[in-house]
Nanobody
Framework: QVQLVESGGGLVQAGGSLRLSCAASGSIVSIPYMGWYRQAPGEQRELVAQISSRGRTKYADSVKGRFTISRDNAKNLMLLQMNSLKPEDTAVYYC?????????????WGRGTQVSVSS
């Protein structure tokens, strides 16, 4: 089992930046996929960005060119650098670890960190 703890959220003005961190309780080297998701009030949780154990990345169209996902395997951290933030980026951001490549592989979630962007 993996425990995930997000940090780095906060309140920022539009155009500003934040860096989110997801700290894992153990090594993340062998975790096939890790990702950031977000959920705004009244909306479904959506994928923001995903990174594989080999460093392959995938982004939602709405954040391409503004957000960068990365993994620091030595520190068991996953990061999300968010630049040029917009009010529509306001949401609770969650990190997720998927423990296998099969569709029904176990997955673990953090509790989330709030990101609020004012106009």
């Amino acid at each position: 089992q993996v425990q995930l703890v997000e940090s780095g959220g906060g309140l920022v003005q539009a155009g500003g930046s934040l860096r989110l961190s997801c700290a894992a309780s153990g090594s993340i080297v062998s975790i096939p996929y890790m990702g950031w998701y977000r959920q705004a009030p009244g909306e479904q949780r959506e994928l923001v960005a995903q990174i594989s154990s080999r460093g392959r990345t995938k982004y939602a169209d709405s954040v391409k060119g503004r957000f960068t996902i990365s993994r620091d395997n030595a520190k068991n951290l996953m990061l999300l650098q968010m630049n040029s933030l917009k009010p529509e980026d306001t949401a609770v951001y969650y990190c997720k670890a998927v423990m296998g490549v099969a569709v029904d592989s176990p997955a673990y979630w953090g509790r989330g960190t709030q990101v609020s962007v004012s106009s």
